[in-house]
């Protein structure tokens, strides 16, 4: 070290990287330069000669260290870790919770897990979830996502398929279930999977067997499987786009992740991890989120769940210009502001091609109901179907808007 010495270089690590943990080497007998590293913050040192199985130890705590400070780093304002998170995931509502306990059962067992919930619930984390915590940690995980993969060459990239199989085959290639002995393979969107496909899928659960396409060795493999869908595979069953019994198959232990909405008290949580997380991707240094704009997102429905909650401090965290998250900074969806843009929309739309048999007087009519409805669930939308509260926003009385909502056809919410 030419320039600086052990300890200048550590003070300016700090500045540069304040989560990067450091070991200090020192000459032998340099006790002072030890203690002095210790107290400006090094995780720990070393002098020479040392011990490779020393090092191992200093490194390892190191990396704890690193990884706690990391995650402090996350949640400011909570104390370091949140209490209840676990298994990479944040949350500390009940239905979390609960989760919690079902991975805690499920994780280190080779059973089948069938994942479902709405779009963004989480479905994949918990997938990971569940491998990085089972006994085949170490091996592979594998995911195919049946949606982005042409219905045609589902089979090739899930079984493999050998020299001249078809057109192209010039050499033989291991499909995922091959890729995937002894680890866990993920069939994401399962509900996407051609009929013809899931009898062969069932074929493998069943037997643990299958051949390559073109090829004539049936191959077995040892493969924990995880499928997750957000489509009901109940109905898709009921309408016989699903086999039932590959459905009876997966669905040996079901794993129902609950929507956003129905687990509010965990947005203000969710919502400063995120945060953080672009402030430090993005380079920006917001310090947190307004009382009345975390009162919204907390309110607000989330059709998109976890990851449109994502995206949206995402982009809050870009525009942001003051030091907090302000209601302004959230998109219209949420803050609610009344933009003319929707009605418009739905006005023309409704014109859009309409000739003019019906007349000016019915087309309008037509197009104000569409505007007034639009409105009006959004309303209800945003206050959980609390019609006071709708009206309130409306600027209607409460009995002026349950007229209109029977008028439309709009039922009051009993939940
Ligand atoms: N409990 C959680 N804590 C922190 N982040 C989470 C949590 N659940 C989900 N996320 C994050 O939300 C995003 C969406 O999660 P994921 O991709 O697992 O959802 P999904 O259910 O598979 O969605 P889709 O149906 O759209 O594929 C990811 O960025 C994920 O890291
Ligand atoms: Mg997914």
Excluded at 165 to 170: P, R, S
Excluded at 172 to 185: D, Y
Excluded at 348 to 369: C, I, N
Aim: proline share 5%; hydrophobic share 40%; glycine share 10%.
């Amino acid at each position: 070290m030419p320039k600086l010495g052990g300890l200048e270089f550590l003070r300016w690590a700090q500045v540069e990287e304040p989560k990067l943990p450091v070991i200090i080497l020192t000459a032998h007998g340099t006790v002072d330069t030890a203690v002095e590293a210790l107290k400006m913050g090094a995780v720990d040192y070393l002098s020479k000669p040392f011990d490779q199985d020393e090092v191992r130890r200093l490194v390892r705590k190191a990396l704890q260290v690193g990884q706690l400070a990391h995650r402090d780093a996350s949640n400011p304002g909570v104390g370091g870790l949140p209490e209840g998170t676990r298994f990479g995931m944040l949350g500390n509502s009940k239905a979390v919770r609960d989760l919690y306990a079902l991975l805690d059962r499920v994780a280190a067992t080779p059973t089948t897990v069938l994942v479902t919930g709405e779009s963004g619930t989480g479905k994949e984390l918990v997938a990971r979830a569940l491998h990085q915590h089972s006994s085949r940690s170490a091996r592979a995980f594998i995911k195919v996502n049946c949606a982005a993969i042409p219905q045609t060459l589902i089979e090739s990239e899930l079984f493999g398929y050998e020299k001249g199989a078809f057109t192209g085959a010039v050499g033989s290639k291991p499909g995922r279930f091959e890729l995937a002995h002894g680890g866990t393979l993920f069939l994401d969107e399962i509900g996407e999977v051609p009929v013809e496909m899931q009898v062969k899928l069932l074929r493998v659960l069943q037997e643990g067997e299958f051949e390559r396409v073109g090829g004539v060795k049936t191959s077995r493999v040892d493969v924990r499987l995880i499928a997750a869908t957000n489509r009901d595979l109940r109905r898709e069953t009921a309408a016989g786009r699903f086999r039932e019994d590959l459905f009876y198959r997966l669905n040996v232990v079901p794993i129902e992740l609950p929507p956003l909405r129905n687990r509010a008290e965990d947005v203000p949580l969710l919502a400063v991890f995120f945060l953080k997380k672009f402030n430090e991707r993005l380079g920006k240094s917001v310090e947190g989120i307004d009382h009345d704009a975390l009162a919204l997102l907390t309110r607000y429905r989330w059709p998109g769940n976890i990851r449109e909650l994502e995206n949206f401090i995402e982009r809050a965290v870009l525009f942001a210009d003051g030091p907090r998250i302000k209601v302004q900074d959230l998109p219209a969806e949420v803050s609610g502001s009344p933009s003319p843009e929707p009605g418009l929309e739905a006005a023309s739309s409704t014109l859009d091609g309409a000739g003019f048999g019906e007349g000016l007087k019915e087309q309008v009519r037509v197009a104000m109901a569409r505007i007034e409805r639009d409105l009006i669930v959004r309303a209800l939308d945003q206050t959980h179907g609390n019609v006071t509260h709708a009206a309130r926003l409306l600027k209607i009385s409460r009995k002026g808007l349950q007229l209109k909502m029977k008028e439309l056809a709009l039922r009051e919410r009993s939940d």
